[in-house]
């Protein structure tokens, strides 16, 4: 399973990449209003640090329009890949981008069907959110199970990036369903990193080297 850093944040995206985990970015507008450098700036400079995939989303709400915004996104860097909401005009839009080439995310799925439509017309990857379901006391990863299984059934190549990830769990949950991608907080990526068990025994392996005799 993939790992994208679902963040904006320059100083997250250089350590995760640090770590050699990282393999995609993804973005979105509230993310990155809490960024201060220029939209396209912004942008450019996660590709350049990102040798993968970076999301990138658009605000448009008519086919034409999103289109058009899609093609300014895509000239960024070529490993921009746009995201778009599930909605009729994102749909209209993700046929016409997907048949030039252009890279689309179908974003805000909360069911099978618009996951099933999204990849009907062209999506390179559909973004269940699964916290958010979670929140309203639905099981969120029960929508990813479904649209591994339609996509399997009917030899879909889109992929499935499993996003609103509220905690390691999540991540956990995804990877035993067969997920291709989780989309992860920063905050979550640390805590998967960590158990109490390892700092007990790291912690008793340091003391006890210390009362090692040495050369």
């Not at 034409?64 to 895509?74: N, S, Y």
């Not at 920063?186 to 912690?203: A, N």
């Amino acid at each position: 399973m993939k790992i994208f850093l679902d963040t904006a944040n320059l100083d997250q995206i250089r350590e995760a990449a640090s770590w050699g985990i990282l393999d995609g970015v993804t973005t979105n507008p509230t993310l990155m209003s809490k960024e201060n450098l220029k939209f396209e700036d912004l942008v450019r400079e996660i590709c350049k640090i990102v040798n993968g995939p970076v999301n990138v989303e658009c605000v448009s709400t008519q086919s034409e329009d999103i289109v058009k915004e899609a093609k300014r996104h895509a000239k960024l860097a070529e490993n921009v890949v746009v995201k778009i909401p599930i909605c009729l005009e994102g749909l209209k839009a993700t046929k016409v981008l997907s048949q030039e080439g252009i890279q689309v995310n179908t974003t805000l799925i909360f069911s099978p069907n618009q996951a099933f439509l999204a990849a009907k017309a062209g999506a390179r990857y559909v973004s269940p959110f699964v916290g958010r379901l979670d929140d309203i006391s639905h099981e969120g990863m029960d929508l990813v199970d479904q649209i591994l299984v339609i996509f399997d059934n009917y030899g879909f190549e889109t992929e499935v990036i499993v996003a609103s990830i509220r905690h390691p769990l999540h991540v956990v949950e995804a990877a035993l369903m067969g997920a291709d991608i989780a989309t992860i907080p920063f905050v979550v990526l640390e805590k998967m990193i960590k158990h109490p068990l390892t700092d007990v025994g790291m912690d008793r392996f340091l003391k006890d080297w210390s009362r090692v005799k040495k050369k």
